[in-house]
């Protein structure tokens, strides 16, 4: 179980950091900048912790599809970058893929 808060640790700071990316504006902010660089700094050395007992397959499809998802709403949120049908049925199979790994494969840390 302290596998999965590592991954959730590592998929927090992953979003962190890359809405840091896109408030650097191509690099161009400092702040932004050191944010991003903290921030996947600490991602994937959570990312090392919770892959001791999670396989890596798992936990990187874990990391990117939830990833992928909270960085589309923080873009709607917070850069009003609005995905269009396509994009929303993307990620809705990134999020069924993901539920099925949890759900039943045999693959999974326990």
């Known amino acids: 179980m302290k596998s999965y808060l590592f991954l959730a640790l590592a998929i927090v700071f992953e979003t962190i950091g890359t809405t840091a990316l896109a408030a650097s504006e191509q690099f161009t902010k ?56 396509p994009a929303i049925i993307g990620m809705a199979l990134i999020v069924a893929g993901v539920a099925i790994i949890n759900l039943f494969s045999k693959t999974l840390a326990h």
């Open 30 to 85: 400092t702040t932004p900048i050191v944010v991003m660089i903290v921030a996947y700094v600490a991602c994937f050395y959570f990312l090392g912790l919770a892959l001791k007992t999670i396989p890596t397959g798992v936990a990187y499809a874990i990391w990117s599809g939830v990833g992928i998802v909270l960085i589309t709403l923080i873009g709607v949120a917070a850069f009003k970058q609005i995905p269009d049908i």
